[in-house]
């Protein structure tokens, strides 16, 4: 019996490592990209300045004078990313609403699959479907429209972020006690009027949670960008022109237009870490308003 017990405690004890071990792969991975992104980052500042780098209105790395104003690229992600979330926000929202409540089960069960469906198309599809599709219909509404442009891109990229943020508002939704909702009845309130009024400020935590995690995911969209809006950097915000974003360029410094430990190359590292920064930045808000104003019932 000794031994038996001995033996389910060794076993126990090897499980509980084997976990941990796997736990802290993910923290390991982090660390890791941290110190070569940033590593790779003090070697381009020590020839770039950081008020160049910050202020500067010219994004011209590969070329001859160089510039390294990062603004451009950050003005072209802001673009196509405020596009994207005019498209996502409102949609996504509002399929939320009817999942959670309005649609019946059968129908439920049926647009359900195809939102996944949606989520689960390969982004690349969604840049040609921009750069084949949408840009022509664009270019007939507006003729002087660019083959290449933030308006295609951002559109697309809207649509890919539907099922994103129907997904995590229908369940913030789900979650918020029918008792609300009977009660909201019993005072004569419509059915509109128990969603805009009870359900969504109940569950308004996980709806914004949603649009900053959707938000993000549209910061660091490659394809749909590289294929779609250009790889013009310019400091421009009409949405007709061709733009290039931060993931764009880093796709186009990596598939060889620099050599390896130059200054352009080094470049991508700090285009990277702005990226980083970012994003890191909007899980932090969107995990403290999840936090902060999360209703528990």
Do not use: C
């Amino acid at each position: 019996m000794v031994d038996s017990a001995g033996k389910g405690f060794r076993r126990e004890k090897g499980v509980e490592i084997l976990l941990a071990l796997a736990a802290s792969v993910s923290v390991l991975v982090t660390i890791g990209i941290v110190v070569s992104l940033f590593s790779e980052t003090a070697g381009f500042f020590k020839e770039v300045s950081v008020k160049e780098f910050f202020t500067g209105t010219k994004w011209t790395p590969l070329f001859s004078p160089a510039h390294y104003g990062i603004a451009p690229l950050v003005a072209g992600t802001m673009l196509v990313t405020v596009i994207a979330m005019i498209v996502a926000a409102p949609l996504g929202l509002a399929s939320a609403i009817y999942l959670s409540e309005y649609a019946p089960d059968g129908v439920r069960r049926l647009i359900k699959p195809v939102l996944e469906i949606l989520a689960g198309i390969p982004t690349i599809v969604y840049g040609y479907f921009a750069l084949t599709f949408v840009t022509p219909i664009i270019r007939a509404v507006f003729p002087q429209t660019n083959v290449f442009n933030a308006l295609s891109a951002g559109i697309v990229m809207g649509i890919m972020l539907i099922p994103m943020i129907s997904s995590l508002s229908e369940d913030a939704m789900t979650a918020v006690p029918n008792s609300l909702r009977e009660a909201a009845y019993a005072l004569g309130a419509t059915k509109l009027e128990v969603s805009y009024k009870v359900v969504i400020p109940a569950a308004v935590s996980g709806i914004v949670a949603s649009f900053i995690l959707a938000f993000s995911r549209a910061i660091g969209e490659t394809m749909i960008v590289t294929l779609a809006a250009g790889s013009t950097p310019k400091l421009t915000f009409n949405p007709l022109d061709s733009i290039q974003t931060m993931t764009a360029f880093i796709v186009q410094v990596m598939l060889g237009d620099a050599p390896f430990g130059s200054i352009e190359y080094k470049s991508v590292y700090a285009v990277a870490s702005v990226l980083f920064v970012v994003t890191l930045s909007l899980n932090l808000i969107g995990t403290w308003i999840v936090r902060r104003y999360k209703e528990v019932y």
